[in-house]
C-alpha cells in the first residue's frame, strides 16, 4: 500500500519528558484518516511536527515518500493544507484578502481563490472582514486556505472544535467528500469518536503520546465482540445455572450480561434458564460501542 | 523573496501606518513651529543648527513611542490572528522576520527623511541665514536611523513575544523618557552608553554655548562619538542576528 505520510519513531521531548513517543504513523493515500486520542494525547504535537512547526527530538517523516528535513520543508509543504487548532486569519482583511495571501505565497493561480470560496460555500461573506466572522465562518475561511494550490494532503487539527451541530455537519461533509472529488487525503484529529466513525475509513489511536492502535475503521469495530443481556426475576437461580454451564455472569443493574454465545449455546441456556426457574424475560443482544472500544484501548475514561 | 515582500505589503492594508507617521510628522511639526516662533534673528541665522539641536531631542522623546506602535502593528497581526503556524508552512520564518525588518526599517527612513524634508521647508519658511549642510544632513541619518533600528529590533522582539501589545508600547514609552534623562549626563556618564535609547544624544553632533550675561546660545559642529556609532553598529549586527535566531527556534 502506497502512504502520502509515514513516519518512523516520531519523539519528541520537552524538558526530559516524552510527550511523543515513538509515533510510526501509516497515512493511505487518498483516504480520510482519523488520529484520535483524548485531549493532551500527543495529536498536535504530531501534526506539527509533521508540518515542521516544531521540531522533533528523534524519528523521521516522510511526506509523499520524501523525507521531510528543514531543507526541503516549504517544497514538500506546498502541496499540503493546513489547519492548525484554533484558525488562522487577519482580522483586519476581508476573507477574500486573507486567501489572496496564501494565495500569493502558494503562487497559486487567482482562480483557485474563487474555487474555494466556492467549495467551502463563502462566497457572500468574502469581502467582511474576518474579525466579523462567527467560529463556523473563521473555521470555514481556515479550510478555504488549507484548500489552496490543490493540496494532495490536508492536516486538520480538530477542525470542527466549537462548531455548532450545523456547523460540525457541514464541515465534516466538506471532509468525507474531498478524497473522492479532488483526490486529497485528509489526517484529521479529533477526540469524539463519533465524529471519526462518520468521516474516517482508517483510524489511528494515540494515548499518552504513543499510538495504540492503527488500522481500518472497520477493524476497530472487530473488536467489539457482542454480549448478552439476561433480564430476570430470580438472579440467584440464573446465576446457579450460569455457574454449572461455566458462563462467566456479571450482575449489573439492567439484569445479567455474559458473554456472546452461538446459536445453540444461547437457545441451550434459554431453555435451561427458563426450566431452572430463573424467570427469564428478555434477552437482548449488546454492542461494544466505539466509545466502549477506545476507552478499552487506553484504558482512560477522565477525558471522555 | 518578492512574493514574501508583496504580502508583507497585502497585510498592512487597513492597518494605518501612513497615518501613524503623519500623526508623529504633524506633532513634529508644530512643536519645531513652537520653537520657531520663539527665535530671534541671530539664532534664525544659525537655523539649521539650531533646529536640528532641537529635533534630535525631540526625535530622542517621540521616536522610541513611534517605533513601538509601528513595530505593534506590523507585528501583532500574525500573534492575534494565530497566522504564524499558517504563514510557517508556507515561508521561512527567518525570511517572515527579514521582512518585517525590512518593512519597518522603510518606514523608518521615509519617516526620517520627511523630517530632513520638514527642516527644509521650515528653513525656508523662516529665511535661516546658512543653507542645509550634507554634513549635518549624513550625520543626522546616522544618529536617527541607527539608533532607531536597534530599538525597532527591540520592539519587534517584544511585540511577537507578548501577545498584550501593553508591555511594548510600555517599554517604547520607558525608553522615551531614558532617552530624554542621557541628555542631562554627560558623554562620559554610563547612563548614556548602556541604555540604547541613550546613544541618540551619544551620537548627536551640534554642540551650543549658553551665554547667561546675554541668554543667547550659539551652536557649533561636533564630531558624532565612532565609538558609539561603532557600539550602535554592533548592537544592530548583534541585535538583528540574536533575534532572527530566537525567533527561528521558537516552536510555534
Not at chain 1, 508540518?51 to 523521521?60: E, K, N, P, S, V
Not at chain 1, 465562518?137 to 451541530?165: C, F, H, S, V
Request: hydrophobic share 45%.
Amino acid at each position: 500500500m502506497e502512504y502520502i505520510v509515514e513516519t518512523k519513531g516520531l519523539t519528541k521531548s520537552y524538558g526530559g519528558k516524552q510527550v511523543v513517543k515513538n509515533v510510526d504513523l501509516k497515512v493511505p493515500k487518498e483516504c480520510v484518516y482519523g488520529f484520535m486520542g483524548p485531549n493532551g494525547a500527543g495529536k498536535s504535537t504530531t501534526l506539527k511536527m509533521l508540518l515542521g512547526l516544531i521540531r522533533c527530538t528523534d524519528g523521521q517523516a516522510w511526506i509523499d515518500g520524501k523525507e521531510m528535513n528543514q531543507k526541503n520543508r516549504l517544497e514538500i509543504l506546498r502541496e499540503t493544507g493546513s489547519l492548525i487548532e484554533s484558525p488562522s486569519y487577519y482580522g483586519h482583511l476581508t476573507g477574500r484578502e486573507n486567501l489572496e495571501i496564501v494565495r500569493t505565497l502558494k503562487k497559486a493561480p487567482e482562480k483557485e481563490v474563487d474555487q474555494v470560496l466556492e467549495l467551502v460555500r463563502m462566497e457572500r461573506q468574502q469581502d467582511k472582514k474576518a474579525r466579523e466572522y462567527s467560529l463556523g465562518m473563521k473555521q470555514r475561511l481556515g479550510l478555504a486556505a488549507a484548500l489552496i494550490g490543490r493540496p494532495r494532503l490536508l492536516i486538520l487539527d480538530e477542525p470542527t472544535n466549537g462548531l455548532d451541530p450545523a456547523g460540525i455537519q457541514e464541515i465534516r461533509e466538506l471532509i468525507c467528500e474531498l478524497p473522492k472529488r479532488m483526490g486529497i487525503t485528509v489526517l484529521v484529529s479529533s477526540h469524539l469518536l463519533s465524529e471519526m466513525d462518520q468521516m474516517a475509513d482508517y483510524v489511528g489511536i494515540i494515548n499518552h503520546g504513543q499510538l495504540i492502535f492503527q488500522d481500518k475503521l472497520e477493524a476497530l469495530h472487530e473488536h467489539s465482540k457482542s454480549k448478552l443481556l439476561l433480564r430476570v426475576m430470580n438472579r440467584t437461580a440464573a446465576l446457579k445455572i450460569l455457574e454449572g454451564r461455566q458462563i462467566e455472569g456479571r450482575v449489573t443493574e439492567e439484569g445479567i450480561l455474559i458473554p456472546g454465545l452461538s446459536d445453540d449455546r444461547a437457545a441451550d441456556l434459554v431453555s435451561a434458564l427458563a426450566a431452572g426457574g430463573a424467570g427469564l424475560y428478555r434477552i437482548e443482544e449488546r454492542q461494544k460501542s466505539l466509545e466502549d472500544i477506545f476507552l478499552s484501548l487506553t484504558g482512560r475514561r477522565e477525558s471522555l | 523573496m518578492l512574493r514574501e515582500w508583496k504580502t508583507e505589503w497585502m497585510k498592512l492594508r487597513r492597518r494605518k501606518v501612513g497615518l501613524l507617521l503623519l500623526a508623529f510628522l504633524g506633532f513634529t511639526f508644530v512643536w519645531c513651529a513652537w520653537i520657531l516662533s520663539d527665535a530671534g534673528a541671530e539664532e534664525l541665522m544659525d537655523g539649521y543648527r539650531w533646529i536640528f539641536s532641537n529635533l534630535s531631542i525631540i526625535n530622542t522623546i517621540l521616536l522610541p513611542a513611534l517605533l513601538s506602535m509601528l513595530a505593534s502593528r506590523l507585528c501583532d497581526m500574525e500573534i492575534k490572528g494565530n497566522t504564524l503556524k499558517l504563514i510557517c508552512t508556507m515561508e521561512k520564518k527567518g525570511r517572515l522576520f527579514d521582512m518585517k525588518f525590512l518593512t519597518g526599517s522603510l518606514y523608518l527612513v521615509l519617516y526620517i527623511a520627511a523630517e530632513l524634508m520638514l527642516l527644509f521647508i521650515c528653513g525656508r519658511a523662516y529665511g535661516f541665514g546658512e543653507p542645509m549642510q550634507l554634513r549635518h544632513v549624513l550625520y543626522f541619518l546616522i544618529q536617527n536611523v541607527t539608533v532607531s533600528l536597534v530599538i525597532y529590533l527591540l520592539q519587534m522582539m517584544l511585540s511577537f513575544r507578548f501577545e498584550n501589545q501593553i508591555i511594548p508600547l510600555a517599554a517604547g514609552l520607558f525608553g522615551s523618557f531614558i532617552g530624554l534623562f542621557s541628555w542631562f549626563f554627560p558623554d562620559t556618564s554610563l547612563f548614556r552608553w548602556i541604555f540604547v535609547w541613550g546613544h541618540y544624544s551619544l551620537l548627536h553632533f551640534i554642540g551650543n554655548n549658553w551665554d547667561e550675561t546675554t541668554r543667547i546660545s550659539t551652536f557649533y559642529d561636533v564630531e558624532p562619538k565612532q565609538a558609539a556609532l561603532c557600539l550602535v553598529l554592533v548592537l544592530l549586527t548583534g541585535g538583528y542576528l540574536a533575534g532572527r535566531h530566537l525567533f527561528v527556534r521558537k516552536e510555534i
